[in-house]
């Protein structure tokens, strides 16, 4: 009887005990998970873990406890946690979620990935419908992946087609830049933090990316022993023996490497210069390089160490062709002398944002501060952009044109071996007819054979556009007012719709159609004077008399003693003399407007005839800006000299200086002179 009390008694006892430990067990727990919530996460670690002293079955608790942990950084407890949830719970992802994020976290990126690989497996077949569901938001990694190379693909776009690794001193095709990307820590890093798909998109990835394939170009003079790409093919740039171009490849890519870059490149070894579509890709992609490079670094090899202020205006470096969209695309550039030590010890993380810098090159170029900073490329302005290349030289004859391919935002064909005047004429004739713009037909000098209304020569351009005087606001509304004296309306609106509606010049196949006002040459007489050079007297219909130069010999005639052969002096028509606004510039915002400048205004006071005034108005505006036109038309002008050459064909007369012509009589003005001529 006693022993079946004694066991009665142990039950009850168990039975107690039991009840109390799980009494003391949901109070920890529970005050756990407000310490979890409230981010008291030692607080929650303790308790949790005095749940699971007294209740070690329990995974939720052990998934809980891992979470705390993932917030202190604890990574291998959170961990162990982690894979304590799934032993107790191997058909939940929960489990598996926690050791992916400990994982992630330890760095231990592979295991990462193969984690959350199981998890998505465990989403997939969970038995519950919501389980199943959750999967949706997850990406598989092929998904992730394919982001990140989307994102490598547009950085890239703009980048070399081959690279030079810093880290092994190896050049890198695209596909060598995308394994060396897949395999390093921030590639794995990524990958395994996209896990949703709003990560897809999130601009992380784009940073990454950008970081990782940061690139340093170089800039600098060609020299007699530079590497070339044979010379390192299948070679560790630190391998290589020997001074001049080695030695300054080396030093390249160790300043680029001790600076944090992983890739740099350089003209001379990274271009396959005998293929000629990878040939092409480059010449016409360069410009884009550089202005994408996270730093340009600029080697002056002839400028000694510690030099004074003024040693990099006289550097070549400043003359060389290819250099000039070298300076002016990038936006970070650093110097460094023949030591590869920092020009003038600047050691700014930018030379661009140096006022001493920038004002020796200033000096040395002759480009603007503005446009040094930030250079806008295209073909406007070219006239200015033509001017700061006229001085510059290239080894290549053809490089003339194809070094300011970038500069002008052209895309045309390399073809060496087409020589300077076809390849100068393919790049001017693009600008015209791009953009419409005369002023690369303002030139001194020889002309062209691929035409005559184009230099020889770049450095015909060194010379300033002509530059004429201008008249006052107040002179042209005093010649406005006698004009409307003297010339009837609509004279005056004939002339200026005629020229609104002239088409722009238009080159094609080398024959420029020119629209223009046109003078009959009726006279031409030489004079005596330099005999290196014929000075001729010349006359023309409606202009006054005026003096050419020129290395050629024209045929002399008169009106006594006429020639069957045609000459013109021509005005090309520039559609800036119309002073209509240019809209490529600047867009007006609706935002600006007012609601009477709208025509919203809501007030009931209105002019008693408005339609009546503002057709007079607007009549009368018309009118004045064709009266204006006629003023401008009555200034001096820089004429082209024409000579005939086929019934309809004419070429320029190039000439030493600019040809200055003037009309007689700005109200004899004539419509009938305005034409288009086919130039050869």
């Given at each position: 009887?006693?022993?079946?009390?004694?066991?009665?008694?142990?039950?009850?006892?168990f039975?107690?005990?039991?009840?109390?430990?799980?009494?003391?067990?949901a109070?920890?727990?529970?005050?756990?998970?407000?310490?979890?919530?409230a981010?008291?996460?030692?607080?929650?670690?303790?308790?949790y873990?005095?749940?699971?002293?007294l209740?070690p079955?329990?995974?939720v608790?052990?998934?809980?406890?891992?979470?705390?942990?993932?917030?202190?950084m604890?990574w291998?407890?959170?961990?162990?946690?982690?894979?304590?949830?799934?032993?107790?719970?191997?058909?939940?992802?929960?489990?598996?979620?926690?050791?992916?994020?400990?994982?992630?976290?330890?760095?231990?990126?592979?295991?990462?990935?193969?984690?959350?690989?199981?998890?998505?497996?465990?989403?997939?077949?969970?038995p519950?419908?919501?389980?199943?569901?959750?999967?949706?938001?997850?990406?598989?990694?092929?998904?992730?992946?394919?982001?990140?190379?989307?994102?490598?693909?547009?950085?890239?776009s703009?980048?070399?087609?081959?690279?030079?690794?810093?880290s092994t001193?190896l050049?890198?095709?695209?596909?060598?830049?995308?394994?060396?990307?897949k395999?390093?820590?921030?590639y794995?890093?990524?990958?395994?933090?996209i896990?949703k798909?709003?990560?897809?998109?999130?601009?992380?990835?784009?940073?990454?990316?950008?970081?990782?394939?940061?690139?340093?170009?170089?800039?600098?003079?060609?020299?007699?022993?530079?590497?070339?790409?044979?010379?390192?093919?299948?070679?560790?740039?630190?391998?290589l023996?020997?001074?001049?171009?080695?030695a300054?490849?080396?030093?390249f890519?160790?300043?680029a490497?001790?600076?944090?870059?992983?890739?740099?490149?350089?003209?001379?070894?990274?271009i396959?210069?005998?293929?000629?579509?990878?040939l092409?890709?480059?010449?016409?992609?360069?410009?884009v390089?550089?202005?994408?490079?996270?730093?340009?670094?600029v080697?002056?090899?002839?400028?000694?160490?510690?030099?004074?202020?003024?040693?990099?205006?006289?550097s070549?470096?400043?003359?060389?062709?290819?250099?000039?969209?070298e300076?002016?695309?990038?936006?970070v550039v650093?110097?460094?002398?023949?030591?590869?030590?920092?020009?003038?010890?600047?050691?700014?993380?930018?030379h661009?944002?140096?006022?001493?810098?920038?004002?020796?090159?200033?000096g040395?170029?002759?480009?603007?501060?503005?446009?040094?900073?930030?250079f806008?490329?295209?073909?406007?302005?070219?006239?200015?952009?033509?001017?700061?290349a006229?001085?510059r030289?290239?080894t290549?004859?053809?490089d003339t044109?194809?070094?300011?391919?970038?500069?002008?935002?052209?895309?045309?064909?390399?073809?060496y071996?087409?020589?300077k005047?076809?390849?100068?004429?393919?790049?001017?004739?693009?600008?015209?007819?791009?953009?419409?713009?005369?002023?690369?037909?303002d030139?001194?000098?020889?002309?062209?054979?691929?035409?005559s209304?184009l230099?020889?020569?770049?450095?015909?351009?060194?010379?300033?556009?002509?530059?004429?005087?201008?008249?006052?606001e107040?002179?042209?509304?005093?010649?406005?007012?006698s004009?409307?004296?003297?010339?009837?309306?609509?004279?005056?609106s004939?002339?200026?719709?005629?020229?609104?509606?002239?088409n722009?010049?238009?080159?094609?196949?080398?024959?420029?159609?020119?629209?223009?006002?046109?003078?009959?040459?009726?006279?031409?007489?030489?004079?005596?004077?330099d005999?290196?050079?014929s000075?001729?007297?010349?006359?023309?219909d409606?202009?006054?008399?005026?003096?050419?130069?020129?290395?050629?010999?024209?045929?002399?005639?008169?009106?006594?003693?006429?020639?069957?052969?045609?000459?013109?002096?021509?005005r090309?028509?520039?559609?800036?003399?119309?002073?209509l606004?240019?809209f490529?510039?600047?867009?007006?915002?609706?935002?600006?407007?007012?609601?009477?400048?709208?025509?919203?205004?809501?007030?009931?006071?209105?002019?008693?005839?408005?339609?009546?005034?503002?057709e007079?108005?607007v009549?009368?505006?018309i009118?004045?800006?064709?009266?204006?036109?006629m003023?401008h038309?009555g200034?001096?002008?820089n004429?082209?000299l024409?000579?005939?050459?086929?019934?309809?064909?004419?070429?320029?007369?190039?000439?030493?200086?600019?040809?200055?012509a003037?009309?007689?009589?700005?109200a004899?003005?004539?419509?009938?002179?305005?034409?288009?001529?086919?130039?050869?």
């Amino acid at each position: 009887m006693m022993a079946l009390s004694d066991e009665t008694t142990n039950a009850d006892y168990f039975d107690w005990s039991n009840d109390f430990k799980k009494q003391c067990s949901a109070l920890c727990a529970a005050n756990g998970d407000a310490a979890l919530a409230a981010s008291d996460y030692d607080q929650a670690i303790d308790l949790y873990s005095m749940v699971i002293d007294l209740d070690p079955a329990s995974d939720v608790v052990f998934a809980n406890r891992s979470q705390a942990n993932l917030s202190k950084m604890l990574w291998e407890d959170a961990l162990l946690d982690a894979d304590k949830v799934t032993e107790l719970n191997p058909s939940s992802h929960i489990g598996y979620q926690l050791a992916h994020a400990a994982l992630r976290g330890a760095q231990r990126y592979d295991e990462a990935m193969e984690t959350f690989t199981i998890m998505l497996s465990k989403l997939d077949d969970a038995p519950e419908a919501h389980i199943r569901d959750l999967r949706q938001q997850y990406v598989c990694l092929s998904e992730a992946e394919d982001a990140i190379r989307r994102a490598v693909g547009i950085e890239l776009s703009n980048a070399p087609l081959r690279l030079l690794d810093t880290s092994t001193g190896l050049l890198s095709d695209r596909a060598a830049q995308l394994n060396s990307f897949k395999i390093s820590p921030e590639y794995k890093e990524l990958l395994s933090f996209i896990t949703k798909r709003s990560d897809l998109g999130m601009e992380h990835i784009k940073e990454v990316v950008a970081m990782h394939f940061r690139c340093v170009l170089l800039s600098h003079r060609w020299e007699e022993t530079e590497v070339l790409l044979h010379h390192i093919q299948n070679k560790g740039v630190r391998e290589l023996e020997g001074h001049g171009g080695i030695a300054k490849l080396q030093s390249f890519c160790k300043v680029a490497r001790d600076a944090g870059y992983f890739w740099a490149w350089m003209d001379t070894c990274c271009i396959d210069k005998s293929n000629n579509v990878e040939l092409q890709e480059s010449v016409n992609s360069m410009f884009v390089w550089y202005r994408h490079s996270a730093l340009t670094i600029v080697y002056l090899s002839d400028v000694p160490p510690s030099s004074q202020p003024g040693a990099l205006a006289r550097s070549v470096w400043n003359e060389r062709g290819w250099t000039f969209q070298e300076l002016v695309a990038p936006k970070v550039v650093i110097f460094y002398q023949k030591d590869w030590s920092l020009y003038l010890d600047d050691r700014s993380r930018n030379h661009k944002e140096s006022p001493a810098i920038m004002k020796e090159l200033e000096g040395a170029t002759g480009i603007d501060p503005q446009a040094l900073i930030s250079f806008h490329p295209g073909v406007r302005d070219a006239r200015q952009k033509l001017q700061w290349a006229s001085k510059r030289v290239t080894t290549v004859q053809e490089d003339t044109a194809y070094s300011l391919f970038g500069i002008f935002d052209v895309h045309l064909p390399v073809i060496y071996g087409e020589r300077k005047q076809s390849a100068l004429g393919r790049l001017l004739q693009d600008i015209v007819s791009r953009s419409g713009d005369i002023t690369a037909l303002d030139w001194v000098g020889q002309s062209s054979e691929f035409n005559s209304c184009l230099p020889a020569d770049i450095i015909s351009y060194a010379t300033p556009p002509c530059s004429l005087p201008s008249l006052s606001e107040d002179e042209i509304q005093t010649a406005v007012s006698s004009l409307r004296n003297i010339v009837a309306v609509d004279l005056a609106s004939k002339l200026y719709n005629m020229l609104e509606d002239m088409n722009a010049p238009l080159f094609a196949n080398s024959r420029l159609r020119l629209p223009c006002i046109a003078f009959r040459v009726t006279e031409v007489k030489r004079r005596r004077g330099d005999p290196t050079h014929s000075t001729y007297g010349v006359k023309a219909d409606g202009l006054r008399d005026l003096v050419i130069t020129t290395d050629e010999t024209l045929k002399q005639f008169s009106c006594a003693k006429p020639t069957r052969q045609t000459f013109f002096l021509v005005r090309p028509w520039d559609r800036r003399l119309l002073e209509l606004p240019d809209f490529s510039d600047e867009a007006e915002s609706a935002e600006d407007w007012s609601e009477s400048e709208s025509g919203l205004d809501d007030t009931d006071e209105s002019p008693s005839d408005p339609s009546g005034e503002e057709e007079s108005s607007v009549g009368s505006e018309i009118h004045s800006q064709s009266f204006r036109l006629m003023v401008h038309l009555g200034q001096a002008f820089n004429a082209l000299l024409l000579a005939q050459q086929r019934v309809g064909e004419y070429k320029r007369v190039a000439s030493d200086h600019n040809i200055i012509a003037q009309v007689k009589d700005t109200a004899s003005i004539d419509i009938m002179n305005i034409r288009t001529l086919d130039i050869l």
